[in-house]
């Protein structure tokens, strides 16, 4: 299935959403769209407002959530957290609020995560010794409550949510200086934040099982910034790298769901999709993405959960965001696996 305009993906079963980046209604705002690959499916899950840009969306069975944010003339942003229940078809707010403190030259707003019935999202939350600290809530969809508060020290740059474990990263604002922050774990038996990596880009947890991406230092001198993949326990936190070192991008946007870990290893030409199954021990290429139509893109987001691993495929050219989906359950990727 390819599509234009794609971004910011995310999966549950064969179900996924993102967003429609610049609006297929005129122009006049940003969609949401929800995509059965099951079935062909394709709907909207939000009405299309001027000058109302959102960010997220995260899917966890029947429960979509994300951010909508309007600038104000005087450059603040007013935010909602919106909840879309997909049994119902009903549409929530959780919470709002203004945000008017410039990070990296203007208003950061809030991002989202959502498992099990509980909703993670982020507010400001400046105190006298993290001035640019922000507060990720943890509440539950079924009545509201509120279930923790995690204080951070800094901007978060991404967040996830399993069992009500936060795994989080931290990026200072270039007005507090920049630089680099740190991959964060608050965890239901241990609230208080732990540093688990120096950094951590793009991240995912499956039960006691955490994953993320982040710088790798055992390739030098490489043209371009090198991540890795690595992943550690709830346990143990001491990182084992699953990607190799490449001279090139390196490994990136794991997911991890149903014991498997997956992350895109693109280069300057290629791209090329890896499971690692924590059962066997074994990694092995289920995708590769050749003569993409532009060869500076062709990156695969891929996710898993609800038995599906599923995988977009950046196509992008100078003049289009294309990006094309595909899927695969991960009990038949397994019985591939078992009989190879």
Same mark, same amino acid.
């Given at each position: 299935?390819?599509?234009?305009?794609?971004?910011?993906?995310?999966?549950?079963?064969? $179900?996924?959403?993102?967003?429609?980046?610049?609006g297929?209604?005129?122009?006049?705002g940003?969609?949401?769209?929800?995509?059965?690959?099951?079935?062909?499916?394709?709907?909207?899950? &939000?009405?299309?407002?001027?000058?109302?840009?959102?960010?997220?969306?995260?899917?966890?069975g029947?429960?979509v959530?994300?951010?909508? &944010?309007?600038?104000?003339?005087?450059?603040?942003?007013?935010?909602?957290?919106?909840?879309?229940?997909?049994?119902?078809?009903?549409?929530?707010v959780?919470?709002?609020?203004?945000?008017?403190?410039?990070?990296?030259?203007?208003?950061?707003?809030?991002?989202?995560?959502?498992?099990?019935?509980?909703?993670?999202?982020t507010?400001?939350?400046?105190?006298?010794?993290?001035?640019?600290?922000w507060?990720?809530?943890?509440r539950?969809?079924?009545?509201?409550a509120?279930?923790?508060?995690?204080?951070?020290?800094?901007?978060?740059?991404?967040?996830?949510?399993? &069992?009500?474990?936060?795994?989080?990263?931290?990026?200072?604002?270039?007005?507090?200086?920049?630089?680099?922050?740190?991959?964060?774990?608050?965890?239901?038996?241990?609230?208080?934040?732990?540093?688990?990596?120096?950094?951590?880009?793009?991240?995912?947890?499956?039960?006691?099982?955490?994953?993320?991406?982040?710088?790798?230092?055992?390739?030098?001198?490489?043209?371009?910034?090198?991540?890795?993949?690595?992943?550690?326990?709830?346990?143990?936190?001491?990182?084992?790298?699953?990607?190799?070192?490449? $001279?090139?991008?390196?490994?990136?946007?794991?997911?991890?769901?149903?014991g498997?870990? %997956?992350?895109?290893?693109?280069?300057?030409?290629?791209?090329?999709?890896?499971?690692?199954?924590?059962?066997? &021990? $074994?990694?092995?290429?289920?995708?590769? $993405?050749?003569?993409?139509?532009?060869?500076?893109y062709? %990156?695969?987001?891929?996710?898993?959960?609800?038995?599906?691993?599923?995988?977009?495929?950046?196509?992008?050219?100078?003049?289009?965001?294309?990006?094309?989906?595909?899927?695969?359950?991960?009990?038949?990727l397994?019985?591939?696996?078992?009989?190879?």
């Amino acid at each position: 299935m390819l599509l234009n305009s794609v971004y910011d993906v995310d999966s549950f079963g064969s $179900q996924l959403v993102y967003i429609d980046l610049y609006g297929q209604h005129g122009g006049i705002g940003q969609t949401v769209w929800l995509i059965n690959l099951a079935t062909g499916e394709r709907r909207p899950l &939000n009405k299309v407002q001027q000058g109302v840009d959102t960010l997220g969306p995260r899917i966890d069975g029947n429960d979509v959530v994300w951010s909508a &944010n309007h600038t104000r003339n005087d450059g603040a942003v007013t935010w909602q957290v919106v909840h879309y229940d997909l049994s119902s078809g009903t549409t929530s707010v959780v919470a709002d609020g203004v945000n008017s403190r410039k990070e990296d030259g203007s208003p950061s707003v809030p991002l989202t995560a959502v498992q099990g019935g509980q909703i993670a999202y982020t507010v400001e939350s400046a105190t006298a010794d993290w001035p640019y600290g922000w507060k990720i809530v943890v509440r539950s969809l079924a009545d509201g409550a509120v279930v923790r508060e995690i204080q951070t020290r800094y901007s978060v740059w991404y967040m996830v949510i399993d &069992n009500g474990n936060v795994l989080y990263s931290e990026v200072p604002p270039e007005e507090n200086g920049g630089g680099a922050g740190g991959l964060m774990l608050s965890t239901v038996d241990h609230p208080e934040p732990v540093q688990v990596a120096d950094n951590g880009s793009d991240m995912a947890i499956d039960g006691t099982r955490i994953v993320w991406s982040g710088v790798d230092d055992l390739v030098v001198n490489a043209p371009v910034v090198n991540e890795a993949v690595y992943t550690a326990t709830l346990d143990d936190l001491n990182p084992v790298r699953l990607s190799q070192p490449v $001279q090139g991008y390196g490994g990136r946007f794991p997911a991890a769901g149903d014991g498997l870990v %997956t992350w895109s290893e693109p280069d300057t030409a290629w791209d090329d999709l890896f499971v690692w199954d924590s059962r066997t &021990n $074994q990694t092995y290429q289920i995708a590769g $993405q050749h003569d993409t139509l532009s060869h500076r893109y062709g %990156t695969y987001l891929c996710n898993i959960g609800g038995g599906w691993l599923t995988w977009s495929v950046s196509l992008t050219t100078d003049t289009q965001l294309l990006a094309e989906f595909d899927g695969i359950k991960t009990e038949n990727l397994r019985a591939a696996e078992d009989a190879s």
